[in-house]
């Protein structure tokens, strides 16, 4: 039996089911995460930070963006320890409400002008809290996705709820774009945050039709709930921790500087409109609805880490060209390259996380372990866009683009060094009570 088995005589939904429902809630999440990101790069740098310096009022808003991945190991923690304690479903429906609460809020906030020092206090403590929803988020919602899945397809399973990922991003960049080609002033960058309260009733309607993980379940019936599962594994699993948060690297920080940064550099460098970088994170998003499909599938057949080094290694050979293409300010080039950093660089690493992460851990301290692994990774990502900003005002463009291969040389380290998990490659793994890797 493997770390992700099958449990015999546990109620188990149709795969498929488990994961769009888990996909589409980690869809709602992201939008609200990711709208956070572009409002940071586009417009709370003149909305709460008084500043007549636009390169000081985004890296003031960059450093409110960087306080929810500050507290998103914090989510994960607490998500980690109850969804091995309580329950993967009962943490996503929790997460869910606390992430589209704080979102709302946002979109209704006093700006600098009417509020003072006031406006920019509460966008903070709102970014807190969708930093713990958000961190609460992926862990359940992949695992309800890995456990409820067969053996040797958990790569495939596994990889849709990250459609959710891109998914968000889409919806992301579409409220942004549509806004502001029908509403002025304020309402611009308020109704996407105000558009949350729909969606996060839609992702609570899907996810209260699946059933309860198995693993849970037979982990529950068997009395093997853990008191304290998220210190048990920091305790006895925290190098296999510390391994999966400088996996992430290429994948997370890439991302946001490909994302969050690009979006301010175009404007700060004066190479061409803003709106082309989301353009590109479109075509880049909407391609990964299928990308993730395909290297999670591929994952099954040829191994997680083969499929997880196409990412890291692109990302490695992709920092300076893709700078290189944005610096030509043509709308194509600049489109093309945000485009393929999302297909290449991102959605090969983080198609096979959630399994490849999953069989890491055994199904008692699991929630806690990817949780933790997962959301740590933000420690550092949360500050890449305020880094890179702060690179490129000092020493250009070549600054932020090496900081993007060196994440993937990093990410491409561990890999190295983590063990492979797929059964095609490794056969039956050990039982599920014993950890399935260590360092």
Do not use: C
């Not at 088995?5 to 589409?24: E, I, L, T, W, Y």
């Not at 980690?26 to 636009?54: C, L, N, Q, R």
């Not at 380290?413 to 599920?432: N, Q």
């Amino acid at each position: 039996m493997t770390a992700a088995s099958n449990v015999a005589g546990a109620h188990r939904d149709n795969p498929a089911k488990v994961s769009f429902a888990s996909m589409v809630g980690t869809a709602v999440e992201s939008y609200d995460f990711f709208i956070y990101g572009t409002a940071s790069a586009a417009y709370f740098g003149t909305v709460f930070f008084h500043s007549e310096d636009k390169l000081v009022g985004v890296l003031a808003s960059f450093a409110t963006l960087a306080v929810g991945f500050l507290f998103r190991p914090l989510g994960g923690y607490l998500a980690g320890h109850y969804g091995d304690r309580v329950g993967r479903k009962t943490i996503l429906m929790w997460s869910l409400v606390l992430m589209g609460v704080a979102t709302v809020l946002v979109g209704v906030l006093p700006t600098y002008d009417q509020a003072g020092a006031l406006a920019p206090i509460l966008l903070i403590l709102l970014r807190i809290l969708q930093g713990i929803g958000f961190g609460a988020e992926w862990g359940g919602a992949v695992l309800m996705a890995v456990e409820h899945a067969p053996e040797r397809r958990r790569g495939f399973f596994g990889a849709v709820p990250q459609i959710g990922i891109p998914a968000g991003l889409l919806l992301a960049n579409g409220a942004f774009l549509l806004s502001e080609a029908l509403l002025e002033g304020s309402w611009v960058w308020r109704a996407p945050f105000l558009l949350s309260v729909v969606m996060v009733a839609v992702g609570i309607f899907i996810r209260m039709g699946v059933s309860e993980s198995p693993d849970f379940a037979e982990m529950k019936k068997n009395n093997e709930i853990r008191k304290a599962p998220a210190l048990d594994v920091i305790r006895r699993d925290w190098r296999v921790i510390l391994k999966i948060m400088t996996l992430r690297l290429a994948e997370t920080g890439g991302y946001y500087v490909t994302t969050s940064f690009m979006l301010s550099y175009v404007v700060l460098a004066e190479l061409t409109d803003k709106q082309n970088v989301l353009i590109g994170t479109i075509v880049g998003s909407a391609l990964g609805l299928a990308s993730h499909l395909l290297y999670g599938a591929l994952s099954d057949r040829i191994g997680r880490k083969p499929v997880f080094l196409i990412g890291s290694l692109f990302t490695i050979a992709f920092g300076i060209p893709m700078f290189l293409m944005i610096n030509t300010g043509a709308v194509l080039m600049v489109v093309v390259a945000v485009a393929l950093s999302l297909l290449l660089s991102h959605d090969p690493i983080f198609s096979v996380e959630s399994s490849w992460f999953s069989e890491q851990f055994p199904r008692d301290v699991r929630s806690s372990g990817i949780s933790l692994g997962y959301n740590g990774a933000s420690l550092v990502a949360g500050l890449l866009p305020f880094l890179a900003t702060a690179l490129y005002g000092s020493i250009g463009w070549i600054g932020p683009a090496v900081l993007f291969m060196l994440l993937g040389v990093v990410s491409t380290i561990a890999a190295t060094l983590t063990p492979e998990t797929a059964p095609v490659k490794v056969g039956t793994p050990a039982p599920s009570t014993t950890t399935a890797a260590t360092v």
